[in-house]
């Protein structure tokens, strides 16, 4: 089992930053896969950022240019959101896949105000 604990969400004003960390607990040895997902009010859940263990990432085209991934060790992932807008407002998860089994944190959430 894999626990997944999110922090760093908040409210912050349009163009601001917020860092999103997540550690990961547990049976982390064999984690391939980590990420960042988000579920905005009335929106189906969508992939915002994700490392493998090699260290390659990928972005959603909404937020690439603003927001950095990153991985310090087998065990946390920051999620780096320079100039933030309104539309990404959502609760953001952690998302951890191991040895074919997934795993999700409890969401944070963050708030963009206009």
């Known amino acids: 089992q894999v626990q997944l604990v999110e922090s760093g969400g908040g409210l912050v004003q349009a163009g601001g930053s917020l860092r999103l960390s997540c550690v990961a607990s547990g049976s982390t040895v064999g984690i391939v896969t980590m990420a960042w997902y988000r579920q905005a009010p009335g929106k189906q859940r969508e992939l915002v950022a994700r490392?493998?263990?090699?260290?390659?990432t990928n972005y959603a085209d909404s937020v690439k240019g603003r927001f950095t991934i990153s991985r310090d060790n087998a065990n946390t992932v920051y999620l780096q959101m320079n100039s933030l807008k309104p539309g990404d407002t959502a609760v953001y998860y952690c998302y951890a896949n191991r040895i074919g089994l997934q795993y999700w944190g409890q969401g944070t959430q963050v708030t963009v105000s206009s």
């Open positions: 490392i493998f263990s090699v260290g390659s």
